[in-house]
């Protein structure tokens, strides 16, 4: 690390890569302290610069002449020990038929997430119609119809746990939807989901969780190659037609790159939108009055979503690799070298964002965070996840009030992984709300 960086944050730091709960839990006094120490640092453990600010984020995601995104969960040192645990699972004749399958799609073209321009580009437009905003509006009704039906279930008593009761229901009911295979196998697609993000941020996974990454990955490809042949002779209005039928210049995507574009869209479309309702919940369970200044003013709820966004990143930060020698934030970097982008920190940068620690949706710029990226790989799906959020809020505050945690003084545990963020479990309790009692 920067020699300007003390002892204690690089430890505190590499806590952090090394997934212990309490930096996981509470990350930002370590951001906080590499920004005024030393915004843009190198780390050792993570193999990687470390960028904290603001501007100079920002400035590195515009930048793509300079900067690569082919490696976005970031550098290969950090897969030791997923190859070690590949290595032993390939001696395994149970395997074999899977490995064969995993093999026979490597060096597929990177796609949307880990695309450069102008395949980048070309891909983006392939697809950009899928999320067009008239599409999305026309799915306000049925996100709504959906949040509805499931917080009717989760809010029949005065309890529950906001993430298996809610948050991960209703994103994967959506996503489902949207691909066009219906919600009769939601739980088969949410462990494809579960095993597909593992690698993210989680650089020492076990055999068994390796073992489980490769079957979902074969099985999720058999599943959607079947589907994306059947939908090019026989398309509907959903997202696996639209991938399938995606032609520019009548040149249509490969299978690999269609593969990949409904991997990355079921992931994103409901990991890090489980992990945004949660925190969602949970600012609402600790925040003296924000539930009924919410309920007052209607008009907040939009910006409600945009501060949880900004206060709590879903998605902590990605990577770039550096494609020539360059400077950010004063600090030069090598051809070759991996930036990590810390969406996180910069989202709590005292020079962009007043009172940073504070959960305040009135601030004048409450849309300027990072946490769906900008520029170039700016997030596809956004109006989505944004929409999913708005329901899931007039939902919960139509139907329940005085919500708080269960047990207040719970030691909450965090998804194992330093990349994304988001709650394992929200137990909280709550009243029924009803109109009039609130004239009462």
């Given at each position: ?101 995993v093999m026979s799609q490597r060096g597929q ?166 992990k945004l309702l949660t925190n969602m919940v ?81 601030r004048g710029n409450v849309r300027d965070h ?71």
């Amino acid at each position: 690390m920067s020699q300007t960086t003390t002892d204690e944050t690089e430890l505190a730091l590499d806590s952090l890569i090394d997934r212990d709960q309490r930096a996981i839990a509470c990350p930002y006094p370590i951001f906080s302290q590499l920004r005024q120490d030393a915004p843009v640092s190198y780390n050792d453990k993570l193999g990687a610069w470390v960028c904290t600010r603001y501007d100079d984020v920002l400035g590195v995601l515009h930048d793509t002449d300079r900067f690569s995104s082919l490696m976005p969960t970031g550098p290969s040192t950090l897969a030791t020990a997923m190859a070690d645990a590949m290595a032993e699972l390939q001696q395994d004749p149970e395997m074999a038929e899977v490995f064969a399958k995993v093999m026979s799609q490597r060096g597929q073209a990177a796609v949307l997430l880990n695309a450069d321009p102008p395949e980048h580009r070309r891909q983006r437009k392939l697809v950009n119609g899928a999320f067009r905003p008239s599409r999305m509006r026309a799915m306000e009704p049925m996100i709504q119809e959906v949040a509805d039906r499931l917080l009717d279930e989760a809010c029949q008593g005065n309890a529950m746990e906001v993430v298996a009761d809610f948050a991960v229901g209703l994103p994967m009911t959506i996503i489902a939807y949207a691909l066009g295979v219906g919600d009769d196998d939601l739980a088969t697609f949410k462990r494809w989901s579960d095993d597909l993000v593992m690698p993210v941020g989680n650089p020492s996974p076990s055999t068994d969780q390796v073992r489980s990454y490769l079957v979902s990955v074969t099985e999720f490809s058999d599943f959607f190659a079947d589907m994306l042949e059947e939908r090019q002779q026989n398309p509907r209005e959903d997202l696996v037609s639209d991938v399938a039928n995606a032609a520019l210049d009548g040149e249509r995507l490969s299978l690999p790159e269609m593969l990949s574009m409904l991997q990355q869209f079921l992931v994103a479309g409901n990991e890090t939108t489980t992990k945004l309702l949660t925190n969602m919940v949970h600012r609402l369970a600790v925040e003296d009055g924000l539930e009924q200044r919410l309920r007052d003013d209607p008009a907040l709820h939009e910006a409600f979503v945009e501060e949880a966004l900004r206060y709590e990143a879903p998605v902590g930060g990605l990577f770039r690799q550096a494609k020539v020698d360059t400077v950010v934030g004063g600090q030069r970097v090598a051809a070759g070298d991996h930036v990590w982008l810390l969406y996180a920190a910069a989202n709590r940068d005292g020079d962009q964002f007043a009172d940073p620690d504070a959960f305040d949706p009135c601030r004048g710029n409450v849309r300027d965070h990072l946490s769906f990226g900008h520029g170039e790989h700016y997030c596809i799906g956004a109006a989505l996840a944004r929409a999913e959020a708005k329901a899931a809020l007039a939902g919960l505050l139509s139907r329940i009030t005085n919500i708080e945690l269960a047990n207040p003084d719970q030691t909450f545990e965090y998804e194992d992984t330093f990349v994304l963020r988001g709650l394992k479990a929200l137990p909280v309790t709550f009243d029924h709300y009803s109109k009039a009692d609130a004239a009462g």
